[in-house]
Structure formats: structure tokens, C-alpha cells
């Protein structure tokens, strides 16, 4: 499994109530709530995220509630992977079970600026920035996550 794409970058303490606003928390439409990713931050979000493009934030990425839908909108936006030097603990595990790949590394978190052109090797936990031509190594998922991430979620996998 690889991801290739150009990075959107943001702070720290991201919370989830900023990658999608409560306001629209009353649909289940996984599209809907794509339209208002990351909207109370960064009001462009939609119209430049591009399938496969990358998101990298700094310390304690998804903060806040336990709702999946803040890695379900990020994942419907289009985004293939979410670097973080940490994640909130909850937002960690959403994110896998709904299949939306993320790997914590704060080397990358730092050095990675917006707009740069990252790939990420999940096997290997290798990312190469290619703007800087930087590598940065995370630590890759063990087999039976890739196995949820390959699937798109887990009850995808659980259904095999």
C-alpha cells in the first residue's frame, strides 16, 4: 500500500470540532460531510484537496470528540493519509476502523511544509518528501491493521 500526493498542512491541537464543525453533525452522508472538511480553518480546503493528496498537522491531531466523523470526512475528501508528530488516542483508533491510513511521526510533522510532494510507503513506514528530497521513517502498521486499512475499514474486514 502507497499514497503519493501534495501536502496540506496545519498546526497543533487540531481538534475535531474544526475538521468538521458540529454544525453538521446531524448527516450521516459521508459526501456532506466532505463539503465542510476542515471549513472553520482552512475555508479553501475542498475546492484544492485533490484524491490522494496528504494531510500533515503537528502535535495532538484530532482532539476533542469521539465521533467518527471528522476521519470520515477527511477520508471522503479525498485525503490518502494523515501524518501527525501525535494523534489524539480516540481519533487514532476512529481512523482506523473507518480505513483512513495515518502515521505518527514528528520528524515528518515538522519538516513537511504545505504544498510539498510526499510519498508514503506503508510497509516500510518510509516517507520521502520529494519538493525538500527528505526521507522521514514511521513506524508501519502491523499486518492485521494494513489488513483493515487494504479493506477500507473494519467492518469491511470483518466481512471477509
Same mark, same amino acid.
Given at each position: 500500500?502507497?499514497?503519493h500526493?501534495k501536502?496540506?498542512k496545519?498546526?497543533?491541537?487540531?481538534?475535531?470540532? !474544526?475538521?468538521?464543525?458540529?454544525?453538521?453533525?446531524?448527516t450521516?452522508?459521508?459526501?456532506?460531510?466532505?463539503?465542510?472538511?476542515?471549513?472553520?480553518?482552512?475555508?479553501?480546503?475542498?475546492?484544492? !484537496? /485533490?484524491?490522494?493528496?496528504?494531510?500533515?498537522?503537528?502535535?495532538?491531531f484530532?482532539?476533542?470528540?469521539?465521533?467518527?466523523?471528522?476521519?470520515?470526512?477527511? $477520508?471522503?475528501?479525498?485525503?490518502?493519509? !494523515?501524518?501527525?508528530? +501525535?494523534?489524539?488516542?480516540?481519533?487514532?483508533?476512529?481512523?482506523?476502523?473507518?480505513?483512513?491510513?495515518?502515521?505518527?511521526?514528528?520528524?515528518?510533522?515538522? /519538516?513537511?511544509?504545505?504544498?510539498?510532494?510526499?510519498? @508514503?510507503?506503508f510497509? +516500510?513506514?518510509? @516517507?520521502?518528501?520529494? +519538493?525538500?528530497?527528505? +526521507?522521514?521513517?514511521?513506524?508501519p502498521?502491523?499486518?492485521?491493521?494494513?489488513?483493515?486499512? /487494504?479493506?477500507?475499514?473494519?467492518?469491511?474486514?470483518?466481512? $471477509?
Amino acid at each position: 500500500m502507497n499514497a503519493h500526493g501534495k501536502v496540506h498542512k496545519y498546526g497543533d491541537n487540531v481538534d475535531t470540532d !474544526v475538521i468538521i464543525p458540529a454544525r453538521y453533525l446531524n448527516t450521516a452522508d459521508h459526501k456532506e460531510l466532505a463539503a465542510h472538511c476542515m471549513e472553520d480553518i482552512d475555508k479553501d480546503f475542498v475546492n484544492k !484537496v /485533490k484524491p490522494g493528496d496528504i494531510m500533515v498537522a503537528r502535535e495532538n491531531f484530532g482532539c476533542g470528540s469521539s465521533r467518527e466523523h471528522a476521519p470520515i470526512a477527511i $477520508k471522503e475528501s479525498g485525503i490518502a493519509c !494523515v501524518i501527525a508528530a +501525535t494523534f489524539a488516542r480516540i481519533f487514532y483508533r476512529n481512523a482506523i476502523n473507518i480505513g483512513l491510513p495515518i502515521l505518527e511521526c514528528p520528524e515528518a510533522a515538522e /519538516k513537511i511544509q504545505n504544498g510539498d510532494e510526499v510519498d @508514503i510507503d506503508f510497509d +516500510t513506514g518510509i @516517507i520521502r518528501n520529494i +519538493t525538500r528530497n527528505e +526521507t522521514y521513517k514511521a513506524q508501519p502498521f502491523p499486518e492485521f491493521i494494513k489488513d483493515i486499512m /487494504k479493506s477500507g475499514g473494519l467492518l469491511n474486514s470483518l466481512k $471477509k
